[in-house]
C-alpha cells in the first residue's frame, strides 16, 4: 500500500544517520511532509474500508457505479441474488443487467441532479438470465473526489406475487357476484312471469261476481301470491344491499299522511285478530318532508305486518314523533309498539341478522324468512338513521326507527313534481299498444286496460310491434322486454327511429340494479316490475301522458 511505502522510507531514512547527527529546519519540514503523505494515505485507505463495510452491511443489493455507469462494485448479498462474483462484474455496464435499458438510462441520468431517487420500479437479469422485479433506489455521491453512484435494489417478488393473488381472488369474486346477479336476474324473470298472471288473473276474478266461498278462495290466493312476491322482493333487496346497487328516490311526501296510510291498510287484519291499531303523531312534524316515501312505507309496514303477527290480543301502536330539528331538516322517529310476546334480551342481539328469528319455534309457528328485520335496518343505517328495538318477554315491543329529512328543498323541479303527481286524475281512452309474449300476461294487462276504457292492441314481439307501430298510430306502448324474435330493448330503438315523442314504458319480470338505466338508454320513457301493480303503471302512464298534453298545450 501507498502508506505502507511512506512509513518504510522514513524507517529506512532514520536507520541510516548516525548517532550524532542533529536534524536542521530543512530536514524536520521534509519529516513533516512525508508523515502528512502518510496520514492522509491511511485517512483514504480507512475510508474506503469504511465503504466496503457499510456496502456489505445493506440487506439489499447495492452497486456502486462509476460516472460512465460501469459496474465497480457489488456487495455481498448482490453476489448472492445476482449470483456473479466482483471481478465477473467490473467493468460491466449497469444497464447490461436490465430488461429495460431506456428506463436505466432515465434513471441514471436524473440521479445528478437529485440527492437520491427510490422507488423506480425495474426488472433485472441475474447470472441465469431469471428475470427478478426491484425497487430501486440510488444515490450521487463524491468520493475521493470522484462521482459515483450507489444503487439499491429491493425484491419484490414475493409482493408481486401477493398482488397477482390479490388480483386473482378480485377476478374470482367479481365473477362471482356476475354469476349470483345474473342468476337473481334469472329467477326474478322466471318467478315474477307467473305470479303476474296468478295475481292477475285472480285480481279479475275478484272484480267479477262471486259467492262468499268463492271469494274467500280467492282471496287465500291473493294472500299466498304476495307472500310469495314479498319473499322475491326481498332477497332481491337483500342482494341489492350487499352488492351496494340500492337507489333512494327523493320526492316530497306527508309523513303522516303516511302513516295514517299504512294504519288503515292493516286496520282489517288487525280488527280479524281482535286487535286494536292506532296512531300517535306529533304535532311538530312538518306536512311535506322529501325522502323515499317508498323506502320508509316498506320499512314501516314491515313492522307493522310483525306486531300483528306476533301478538295476539291488545293492540298496536304506530309512533310518528318530531325527534330532533335543524335549520331546513326535521329528523323522524317512527315507531311500532304492540303487545304481543315479546323477545329475550339473548335473542334481541340477532334479532337484525339476516336469515335469523328468535327461535326454531318462530319460524315453525308464523312463519318468514327472517330476512325482513335485517333489510329494514340496513336500509335505515343506508339513509343516514338508526334502528333498534326495546322488548321483554310476554311484554311486547317496541321497534323504532329514526330518518333524517330535508323540510325545504331549493330544487323546484321536485315539489313542482310532487304537486303535479298528487293533482293527477287517471287519463282514459288511449290507444295503446301492448308488446307481450306470455299469453296469459297478455290477458291479465289487456283486460286490466281494457276496464279502464284504454283501447289495446297487442303485438307477440318485438319485430311485430314495430310493423304495428309504422302501419297505426299509438298514444303509448307497453314493452316486455325478454321476446323471441326482436327483444324489447331492440324494438325500442327502432320504433325511436321514427318517431322520439311516443311513451313507451317497460314491463319487465327483471327487478335488478342496472335494468331502469338499460330501458331508458334504448329510449324508453318509464320502467314498472311484474306483476303488473295497477296503480304503479297507472301514475307512469298518467304521468308520461300528462307531460304530452302539457306539450301540445
Known amino acids: 500500500m501507498k502508506s505502507d511505502k511512506i512509513n518504510l522510507q522514513i524507517e529506512d531514512l532514520l536507520e541510516a544517520l548516525p548517532d550524532n547527527f542533529e536534524p536542521d529546519e530543512d530536514f524536520l519540514a521534509m519529516l513533516e511532509r512525508l508523515n502528512i503523505a502518510s496520514n492522509k494515505s491511511q485517512i483514504a485507505q480507512t475510508n474506503h474500508l469504511n465503504n466496503l463495510y457499510i456496502l456489505d452491511s445493506l440487506p439489499n443489493p447495492a452497486f456502486i457505479l462509476n460516472q460512465s455507469r460501469l459496474i465497480k462494485r457489488i456487495n455481498k448479498v448482490g453476489e448472492e441474488v445476482f449470483g456473479y462474483e466482483n471481478e465477473e462484474l467490473e467493468n460491466l455496464f449497469f444497464s447490461d443487467l436490465f430488461i429495460d435499458e431506456v428506463i436505466c438510462d432515465f434513471f441514471l441520468s436524473e440521479l445528478p441532479g437529485n440527492v437520491n431517487l427510490s422507488g423506480v420500479e425495474v426488472e433485472l437479469r441475474n447470472k441465469k438470465g431469471d428475470m427478478i422485479p426491484f425497487l430501486l433506489s440510488g444515490s450521487a455521491l463524491n468520493i475521493e473526489n470522484e462521482t459515483v453512484f450507489i444503487c439499491v435494489v429491493q425484491d419484490i417478488s414475493e409482493i408481486k406475487r401477493h398482488h397477482e393473488k390479490l388480483y386473482a381472488a378480485k377476478l374470482k369474486a367479481d365473477e362471482s357476484n356476475k354469476a349470483k346477479s345474473e342468476f337473481l336476474a334469472n329467477m326474478s324473470h322466471e318467478i315474477r312471469t307467473p305470479l303476474n298472471g ?214 323546484k323541479q321536485l315539489i313542482e313534481k310532487t304537486e303535479k303527481e298528487n293533482s293527477l286524475n287517471i287519463i282514459s281512452g288511449l290507444h295503446i299498444l301492448l308488446v307481450e309474449d306470455n299469453l296469459i300476461n297478455q290477458k291479465v294487462a289487456k283486460r286490466l286496460l281494457t276496464n279502464n276504457s284504454f283501447k289495446v292492441d297487442v303485438a307477440n314481439n318485438g319485430q311485430q310491434a314495430v310493423d304495428m307501430f309504422i302501419e297505426k298510430k299509438y298514444d303509448l306502448i307497453l314493452m316486455d322486454l325478454q321476446m323471441p324474435v326482436m327483444d324489447g330493448l331492440t324494438a325500442s330503438r327502432k320504433i325511436r327511429e321514427f ?55
Request: glycine share 8%.
Open 198 to 411: 296468478v295475481i292477475g288473473l285472480n285480481n279479475l276474478i275478484l272484480d267479477t261476481e262471486l259467492t262468499e266461498e268463492q271469494e274467500e278462495y280467492s282471496k287465500s290466493i291473493r294472500f299466498s301470491a304476495d307472500s310469495l312476491l314479498r319473499l322475491l322482493n326481498d332477497i332481491l333487496d337483500l342482494s341489492k344491499i350487499e352488492a351496494g346497487k340500492i337507489d333512494f328516490e327523493v320526492f316530497g311526501f306527508s309523513p303522516v299522511d303516511l302513516v295514517q296510510q299504512v294504519c288503515s291498510i292493516f286496520e282489517l287484519q288487525a280488527n280479524e285478530k281482535g286487535i286494536v291499531i292506532k296512531t300517535e303523531i306529533d304535532a311538530g312534524v312538518a306536512d311535506i318532508l322529501f325522502g323515499d316515501m317508498a323506502r320508509i312505507r316498506q320499512i314501516i309496514v314491515n313492522l307493522v305486518g310483525n306486531a300483528i303477527k306476533f301478538t295476539e290480543e291488545g293492540s298496536i301502536t304506530i309512533g310518528l314523533l318530531l325527534h330532533d330539528e335543524q335549520d331546513d331538516k326535521q329528523t323522524l322517529k317512527f315507531s311500532v309498539r304492540d303487545t304481543g310476546i315479546g323477545i329475550s334480551v339473548t335473542k334481541q342481539k340477532h334479532i337484525f341478522e339476516s336469515f335469523s328469528q328468535a327461535d326454531a319455534s318462530t319460524t315453525r309457528k308464523y312463519g318468514g324468512t327472517g330476512l325482513g328485520l335485517s333489510i329494514c335496518r340496513k336500509l335505515v343505517w343506508l339513509m343516514k338513521g338508526e334502528m333498534n328495538v326495546f322488548s321483554r318477554e310476554g311484554h311486547g315491543s317496541n321497534f323504532w326507527f329514526t330518518i333524517p329529512f330535508k323540510v325545504n328543498v331549493e330544487n
Open 499 to 553: 318517431d322520439d315523442d311516443i311513451p313507451i314504458i317497460a314491463l319487465t319480470a327483471n327487478a335488478m340494479k342496472g335494468d331502469e338505466e338499460m330501458c331508458l338508454e334504448a329510449g324508453m320513457n318509464g320502467y314498472t316490475t311484474k306483476p303488473i301493480k295497477k296503480n304503479e303503471l297507472f301514475d307512469i302512464i298518467n304521468n308520461l301522458t300528462f307531460k304530452e298534453i302539457e306539450l301540445e298545450l
